[in-house]
């Protein structure tokens, strides 16, 4: 970045101070910057029933919640939560690990 000039003349100090209020009055006059609204304490639920095992039907929950970051997840699995925080790869390859091999056929 630049360095701020702060040695110079007098005259030209006072009217680059003039300048910079100016700059900052004008931006504190327009419209307020628009945020972005606060993520839900619940960002997603993948619900996954298994109907491979003889009848039985396997049910599985995740639940992805708010954490610190926008990009990762507090995940909790059937009630149980994870320790960490993951992102969306991490949660692919754990509902990957949640299903049971089943044998030839």
């Known amino acids: ?23 900052e009055a004008k931006r504190l006059a327009g419209p307020a910057p628009e945020y972005r609204p606060e993520l839900p304490l619940i960002r997603r639920r993948v619900v996954i029933e298994d109907y491979d095992l003889a009848g039985q039907v396997v049910t599985h929950e995740f639940i992805l919640g708010r954490c610190d970051r926008r990009d990762c997840y507090a995940v909790s699995i059937d009630g149980v939560p994870q320790a960490g925080r993951m992102g969306w790869a991490r949660v692919l390859v754990l509902i990957r690990k949640a299903f049971v091999r089943l044998g030839g056929y």
């Open 1 to 23: 970045m630049y360095r701020k000039r702060t040695k110079g003349s007098k005259k030209f100090n006072e009217a680059l101070a003039r300048a910079r209020a100016a700059k």
